[in-house]
């Protein structure tokens, strides 16, 4: 490992280097072994879709144990992520009817509402020709699309500071990483006492907004009770309806039991899922979205036919969002841009899905037909690894096609080998509405704006006060991988300490209770680059900031444009969106 990270730059996301580790070693198989003792669990790092099939979907493997304790210090214990068994079967069915895709196309007017926000504020920094980190903008727009979502709130984390919003990405921040170098980092009492902060300052949040839904709840009337449950399936309002019905079951069998309060062991759990709900759906969604606009950057012919599509189907720019919000199933029309996401998901997909081995359990490798013991190691599915695999995609791996995604192509595709939602019982919950609200994003950005990575503009962010603009690691040593500035970035890992030293683990978690863990500590994320940055200019002409800049035009209305000289320049900076990875070792 040490002759790897020697030639990958800081902070690499390790979930980039399989194919690198294969070629390197000369490993033939799609599936192999890698012990880390004594600093971690050994892993069985999978790259070949057929057994990631084996893992996930013909016999799901529970989750890695180390799962749990990042989670933990998300979430709180139970969560949806992480957790197994009837639990977790139980309020995956909770949660099922709210990403169904009726009620999801229900979302688009909010999500549409929040990305005109996203969009006013990158106008007001073109105005003012400055360089931003597109990161935080990003996550910004889907921390407020995912209030909504999961608690029929407006965060406004776009237009202001919101409490839950701060401690949430405090807390996201304040993960452990070995990669800074810095081992005892999540054992420093001021980090340990902010995350106590943070995960009460959440749990308050959610905890109030659950109280008064569900006070309101016990005094509406049965009609009342009836139109909400047709209207509303935000998280929070599926958990109240579980909870209810929890509480009917036991009316019905005549049990004299009027709960004014909520049960408080329910009450945790619900705000543990509505915690998960705000985490799983924020970053991947947002490094998306940041992936996007670099590609689309990369690919002018893609930019200029994503475009034609928008002109096609949601009409002039001025009247999209009309059009849109009339009639939201437009949105499903949008193939082409729905081929540019999943092929941006292809090559830079988000997460990963990491499995406990079992001791009854072997993984048959295809090629070899060789059984392979499973127990004992991580098995750790990489759809990095597997979407950029050579031999599975062909010669045009490396290239951003997004016409292998587009319905005439899709029978083609080689099997089971686009998983960045992973595939199975386990699968993404959010996927559809990631993918909505990715669409509605594109459609509302694409011809009003062009994003431009400034890489030497990076800079200019150095104080902006964000948790990577002081560190110069960022800006030394090897500055790509592979070829590519834009690298996905590990902030912070998850990690099990092997069993034989797990008995000396005694850690204070994240809620400020001291518990015995299993698990060493943990959470991924994946960044892009932190000198990745873009511009923006008004008017159709493209102007570079640097060799490695790249430039974007603002179209808001390009009849009109066109004939005004390019005046204002605003420079984004995309870089280092954060991205979950959901147990990533
Ligand atoms: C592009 C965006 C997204 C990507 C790439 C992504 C990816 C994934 C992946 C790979 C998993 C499986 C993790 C594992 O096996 O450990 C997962 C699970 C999950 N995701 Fe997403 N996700 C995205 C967006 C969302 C959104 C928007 C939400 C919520 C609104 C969400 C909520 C969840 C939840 C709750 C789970 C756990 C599901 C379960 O175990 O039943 N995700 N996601």
């Known amino acids: 490992m040490g002759e790897i990270m020697n030639e990958v730059p800081y902070r690499a996301h390790p979930h980039c280097f399989g194919l690198r580790i294969k070629e390197k070693y000369g490993i033939e198989e799609d599936c192999f072994y890698m012990d880390f003792w004594p600093l971690s669990d050994p892993l069985l790092y999978i790259l070949d879709p057929q057994v990631a099939q084996q893992v996930t979907v013909e016999n799901s493997q529970p989750k890695f144990e180390g799962l749990k304790y990042i989670m933990h210090g998300i979430a709180g214990p139970g969560d949806m992520v992480s957790s197994d068994g009837p639990y977790w079967k139980k309020w995956r069915s909770i949660m099922n009817p709210g990403f169904a895709a009726g009620h999801l196309m229900s979302l688009v007017p909010g999500i549409i509402d929040d990305c005109l926000v996203f969009c006013d504020n990158l106008r007001k920094r073109a105005e003012k020709n400055e360089v931003f980190r597109m990161e935080d903008d990003a996550t910004r727009l889907t921390v407020d699309i995912i209030g909504k979502v999961a608690l029929d709130l407006k965060l406004n984390a776009q237009t202001g500071k919101n409490e839950l919003v701060e401690a949430f990405r405090e807390q996201v921040q304040l993960l452990p990483n070995d990669q800074q170098g810095d081992p005892f980092s999540q054992w420093k009492p001021y980090g340990i006492w902010r995350r106590w902060v943070n995960s009460r300052k959440m749990v308050d949040y959610i905890g109030k907004v659950l109280d008064e839904r569900f006070a309101r709840s016990g005094e509406a009337s049965a009609t009342e009770k009836g139109a909400r449950k047709q209207r509303k399936r935000a998280i929070i309002d599926l958990a109240l309806d579980a909870y209810q019905a929890q509480q009917m079951g036991l009316e019905e069998r005549a049990v004299q039991h009027k709960a004014p309060v909520m049960d408080a062991e329910f009450r945790r759990q619900a705000i543990v899922q509505i915690r998960t709900f705000i985490f799983a759906g924020h970053d991947t969604t947002s490094s998306t979205i940041a992936y996007a606009f670099y590609e689309l950057h990369r690919n002018p012919v893609t930019l200029e036919r994503i475009r034609k599509e928008h002109d096609k189907i949601l009409g002039p ?269």
């Open 317 to 585: 720019v001025s009247q999209t969002t009309k059009r849109l919000r009339d009639d939201p199933h437009l949105i499903n029309k949008l193939e082409y841009t729905n081929a540019v996401v999943k092929e941006t998901l292809r090559l830079w997909p988000a997460a990963s899905s990491a499995r406990t081995g079992a001791p009854g359990f072997m993984i048959r490798e295809p090629k070899t037909g060789m059984m392979l013991p499973t127990e004992g190691y991580v098995a750790w599915v990489v759809p990095y690894g597997i979407h950029r695999h050579s031999k599975i995609w062909g010669e045009t791996v490396a290239s951003f096609i997004p016409d292998r995604f587009m319905p005439e192509n899709e029978s083609s595709l080689p099997e089971n080998a686009w998983r960045p939602f992973e595939k199975g019982p386990r699968n993404c919950i959010g996927q559809e509405l990631a993918m909505i609200e990715a669409r509605v994003i594109l459609a509302l950005t694409c011809r009003s704006f062009e994003f431009t990575p400034a890489f030497d503009a990076v800079e200019e962010l150095k104080n902006d006060g964000s948790a990577y603009a002081g560190d110069d690691r960022w800006r030394k040593g090897v500055m790509d991988l592979d070829g590519e500035e834009a690298w996905p970035v590990l902030v912070s890992n998850l990690h099990t300490v092997p069993s034989e030293v797990q008995e000396l683990m005694f850690l204070l978690d994240w809620n400020g209770k001291a518990s015995r863990r299993n698990a060493l500590s943990c959470q991924s994320k994946v960044y892009v680059d932190s000198d990745l940055t873009g511009a923006l200019t008004s008017g159709d002409h493209v102007k570079s900031l640097s060799t490695s800049a790249f430039v974007a035009t603002v179209v808001r209305d390009r009849r009109r444009e066109r004939k005004e000289s390019l005046s204002k320049r605003l420079q984004l900076d995309i870089c280092r969106p954060p991205t979950c990875i959901l147990g990533n070792p």
